[in-house]
């Protein structure tokens, strides 16, 4: 009986080593280079209207004011740009917002503008503030503006004109979006 034991012992001990190498295998075959960029928006299927696509937020710095800025995008596309997007932008930092008076979001290639873009809630986290606006652009100018990563978001306050620019990861995000999601437009 022990050696029956001992022989049922090194069998699961194989197989296990053997499913291991397999689960290994299988998980190190995929390339790296095959991202799909899910990490950057998430998509729904809305019936008739096609397909609905949400821009994680991309992360923006202002080394003038030392503030940051989250934007995230969400737009309707089927089989051509008729609609607009809408922009949804956070700045956090020491100072509150409670009004924008323009912004203008620009690159080499387009500039969008927008004035009074609406406020949506202010908010204290721990010792600053979360100051959330929203507006609503033409989707081609926004198309164009993910075709170049080096934006320039101009928010133009009582306070004064701030400038932000893309994060080195945000960077990285807009040319995978470009790729993934705009080429298709």
């Known amino acids: 009986m022990a050696a029956s034991a ?40 809305v019936g008739a209207e096609g397909t609905q696509y949400f821009i994680k937020p991309l992360s923006l710095d202002s ?8 934007v995230d995008v969400t737009f309707r596309y089927k089989d051509e740009v008729r609609d607009s997007a809408i922009v949804n932008f956070s700045v956090i930092g020491r100072e509150i917002y409670k009004a924008i008076e323009s912004l203008r979001i620009m ?8 004035t009074h873009p609406e406020l ?16 609503k652009l033409p989707l081609g100018k926004v198309k164009e503006l993910f075709e170049n990563d080096e934006w320039q978001f101009q928010l133009y306050t009582d306070k004064g004109t701030i ?10 995000a807009i040319n995978v979006l470009n790729e993934k999601v705009f080429v298709i437009m």
């Open 163 to 172: 400038t932000f620019e893309p994060t080195g990861k945000a960077s990285k």
């Open 107 to 114: 690159n080499d290639g387009v500039s969008i503008s927008d």
């Open 120 to 135: 949506i809630f202010n908010e204290r986290k721990n010792d600053e503030f979360v100051s959330r606006f929203a507006t």
């Open 63 to 70: 080394d003038e004011s030392g503030e940051e800025l989250l």
């Open 6 to 45: 001992h022989k049922l012992y090194k069998y699961s001990a194989v197989l296990s080593l053997m499913a291991l190498f397999l689960c290994y295998g299988c998980m190190s075959v995929r390339p790296a280079s095959a991202k799909s960029g899910k990490k950057y928006f998430e998509t729904f299927y």
